[in-house]
């Protein structure tokens, strides 16, 4: 005899294969389902940003074609670049894929992270363990890991870099970079980094955005160097909250840009820029606009952590706005989820 309990399944939303497609040259995000949706939604803003000729028009064609292609594979291809990557890659700091230990974290994300999740915590007491880049926009700085940990970090993802294994861009907007799902380093870094630290600090920042509901998230690493990507264009995250931790290097510029959320008119009047500080992260909302500044000189490398909370995005997807139109997925995938029967032998339990 058996009955039926629940577990979860993530998914993405259909929309992910045909909206917000970014073409940089354009400094745009389209919709794209076909030709005739493309010339009617956006001929004449296209041909205001460049796209004039027919050959013109043409290369986008193509490159969007292309891209819906990528999204629709992006599940799978990724499932197998990280088999092959975990039968055939020799790490070259094997600790880094260690269970994530508080050696590898900094004393004052310890501290505000240990008094958040103590009884009576709140938001003033932990707002005075953190420091406020903005309380209006809600945004937050606090040191994650700590400088010997990130050097570590750093000198596996260049040792991965310089491999001959399969990469995977980290998202639409960047082409350098490292997935670390596909690395391995979820479970034993991303994971309880979100579980064990995370989750207790944003339910007191962010109870109204899933901050105590977390429960898949999507990390990856950027870089950015001159001749490959140097700046990152004013978008919002695919997450209910972010993290973005700077891991090092030795550069300037590529400062961090925020507006206002994308619902708001007029968001980027008068942007706020936040430097960059090797070990330390800076939290915020997943809807707010931002960018990032171009590099002036040398090479940034960036932890970004998409937090998601399938409680909130369940309701309303973030990226069209609409009730998820749920597919399903491999891994976390985009943080949906669907509640699926598990059959339990109840003869086995008694």
Known sequence: MATAGAQKRFCRCACFCYQNLYVARYGLYLRFRDEQQLR???EPLLRSRGCVSSKDFQQLLEELKQEVGRRQRLGQESAARKALISSSYCPARPEVYNSLQDTALAP?????????ASPGADLQGLLQRLETVSEEKRIYRVPVFSMPFCQALLEELEHFEQSDMPKGRPNTMNNYGVVL??????E??????????????TALLYPDCGG???DSHRAFVVKYALGQDQELGCHYDNAELTLNVALGKTFTGGALYFGDL???????????EVEHIAGQGVLHRGGQLHGARPLVTGERWNLVVWLRASAVRNHLCPMCCREP?????????DGFTREEPTMVDVCALT
Not at 181 to 186: R, V
Not at 191 to 197: A, D, K
Not at 262 to 272: H, K, S
């Open 108 to 116: 004052e994300f310890l501290d505000a992270a240990g008094y958040s």
């Open 212 to 214: 105590g509901r977390l």
């Open 40 to 42: 009617r939604d956006y």
């Open 181 to 186: 799902h596909e690395l391995g380093l979820d």
């Open 325 to 333: 139109d749920l597919v399903d997925d491999e891994g976390f995938s």
């Open 262 to 272: 994308f619902q708001a008119p007029a968001a980027l009047m008068e942007p706020l």
């Open 188 to 201: 034993p870094l991303v994971t309880p980094l979100r579980e064990r630290f995370l989750q207790p600090l």
